[in-house]
């Protein structure tokens, strides 16, 4: 999804999977443990690097912070990579439940509003084609969402 502001250097990634979400932030090879914040609550995210902040707000669903974790790992060819597991809180039973549509709270009105015009577009096809509504209803029933799971801000 296409992001409003623009992005600030080290930027980072974020994806998923049943029981965490694992965001990656690009760091300098000469970067100290001490020029790290990374601050991680049950539904609040903040990670400043060197002093500047890479991600701060509301997560887009609650984790544990006793099990998430953070570390730099080697991402080679001299650089490294701050990694930060949050551990998703598992309430429902349902995989689709479980599934982040984004890191971050502020971003669920974009994401939600991109499916909701995707939508619209397919439906403004579906009536182009003349689809009687027993087959359009039938064919709506059948399909599930495309949308990634990967994020990148």
Request: net charge negative.
């Amino acid at each position: 999804s296409e992001q409003t502001e623009t992005c600030r250097e080290p930027t980072y990634t974020w994806e998923q999977n049943f029981n965490e979400v694992v965001v990656r932030v690009p760091v300098s090879e000469s970067l100290r443990k001490n020029e790290l914040e990374v601050k991680i609550r049950k539904d609040y995210l903040r990670v400043a690097v060197a002093g500047k902040e890479v991600c701060n707000g509301n997560l887009a669903k609650e984790i544990d912070p006793d099990e998430s974790t953070w570390c730099l790992e080697s991402g080679g060819g001299g650089r490294r990579l701050l990694v930060v597991t949050l551990h998703k809180v598992n309430r429902a039973a349902l995989k689709s439940a479980r599934e982040w549509p984004c890191l971050l709270k502020e971003d669920v009105k974009t994401v939600a509003q991109a499916i909701v015009d995707e939508g619209v577009a397919n439906s403004e096809t579906a009536d182009s084609t003349k689809q009687d509504a027993s087959t359009a209803c039938a064919a709506s029933v059948g399909q599930e969402s495309t949308h990634g799971a990967e994020g990148t801000q």
